[in-house]
């Protein structure tokens, strides 16, 4: 068996070339986009010479492979280039730090609500086996996963916003309470500035959106923490505490769903990987100033570099959470070092 640092130094040499293969596909699917990239976000009838002025300014003009190490060496570099609407000559690399710390903001608390959800409703599914709680909570999970997120989102922000008046439904925080930045996080940052009034609307305008996601996702985690616990149940030490006396109680919650959760982390890390990815429609949803957010209002206003380079950064990112989680389960489970 491979030991803990050889499985980590094999994961991470496989993770840069899965990288390298993510950006030369998002670099080679823009550029064999039918159409003309900088017609599409100019207005028609605009001169040729100012359309070949800005094909000359992105380096379009030039051989595609020239384009792409050129592209690899600015990526290096952590240069990602510069917007073109609506501000023009804005680092995109700055648009992307403001508006990811909104986007993991969402992620955390999304991802806490599902598991506490998923893995109480999955546990207890196990628990009552056969049972109509059982098959409530079966159906539960896959109803809840086939709802449109968008679809959840409109209802949610209809019975709490709407009618009951309870929840804000668009936004991030109230005007004129945003806190002193320094994670970018709202809520961490009004707890470390002491900022009591934006804390609260922060959390008030994050309970909707988070809600929306975490219920989303929760399905996934009911269903899989269902059958990992029966597959634990069913093991002979599990047997041995039932023959030692132990409630079925103390069996299910503190023997079984210990080893039940291993497999759930892998998920969990894929899951976030994918929130922080794929948040676009509840984002859009609840005008959440996120990533996905963001490269709807690129692709709105066809800004050509702000698309790839977002696209290239939640790739990047999505291959380094899953790096990660790899790691975290290697440590966990040291059998899938083989």
């Keep these: 068996m491979k030991s803990l640092r050889a499985y980590i130094i094999t994961r991470i040499f496989l993770t840069i070339p899965m990288i390298f293969i993510l950006v030369t596909l998002v670099f080679l699917i823009v550029r064999i986009m039918p159409g003309d990239p900088v017609r599409a976000m100019l207005r028609p009838g605009a001169p040729q010479e100012y359309v070949d002025n800005i094909k000359h300014s ?22 990602l280039g510069e917007s073109l609407a609506p501000v023009q000559g804005r680092p995109i690399v700055k648009d992307l730090r403001e508006k990811f710390p909104a986007t993991l903001e969402l992620s955390i608390f999304s991802m806490a609500i599902s598991m506490v959800i998923g893995i109480f409703t999955g546990a207890y599914a196990a628990y009552k086996r056969r049972s109509f709680i059982d098959y409530g ?9 086939t709802i449109p997120v968008f679809w959840l989102g409109l209802m949610l922000q209809m019975f709490f916003g709407v009618y009951l008046k309870l929840l804000p439904v668009y936004g991030r925080i109230g005007i004129g309470l945003t806190p002193e930045k320094i994670t970018g996080l709202f809520i961490l940052d009004s707890i470390l500035t002491g ?5 609260v609307s922060a959390i008030k305008h994050l309970i909707l959106p988070s809600l929306t996601l975490g219920l989303y996702i929760s399905g996934v985690f009911t269903r899989l923490t269902r059958t990992n616990m029966l597959d634990v149940l069913s093991q002979d030490f599990i047997t041995a505490a039932r023959a030692r006396g132990l409630s079925e109680r103390v069996v299910v919650y503190k023997h079984a769903l210990k080893n039940a959760l291993i ?11 994918l ?9 859009t949803t609840f005008s959440w100033p996120g990533l996905g957010r963001f490269l709807i209002d690129r692709i709105l206003y066809r800004d050509f570099p702000s698309i790839q380079s977002s696209v290239v950064f939640i790739a990047i990112l999505v291959a380094v959470v899953s790096l990660l989680v790899d790691i975290i389960y290697s440590y966990l489970d040291p059998r899938i070092r083989y």
């Design 58 to 79: 992105l380096g379009l003009d030039k051989p595609l492979i020239i384009q792409y190490f050129e592209y690899l060496y600015n990526l290096l570099r952590g240069d």
């Design 137 to 145: 909570f079966r159906i539960y999970g896959i109803v809840i996963y």
């Design 195 to 199: 900022n009591m009034a934006g804390l």
């Design 263 to 273: 497999p759930i982390m892998t998920m969990m890390g894929l899951q976030f990987a």
């Design 275 to 283: 929130l922080l990815a794929g948040a676009v429609l509840t984002e």
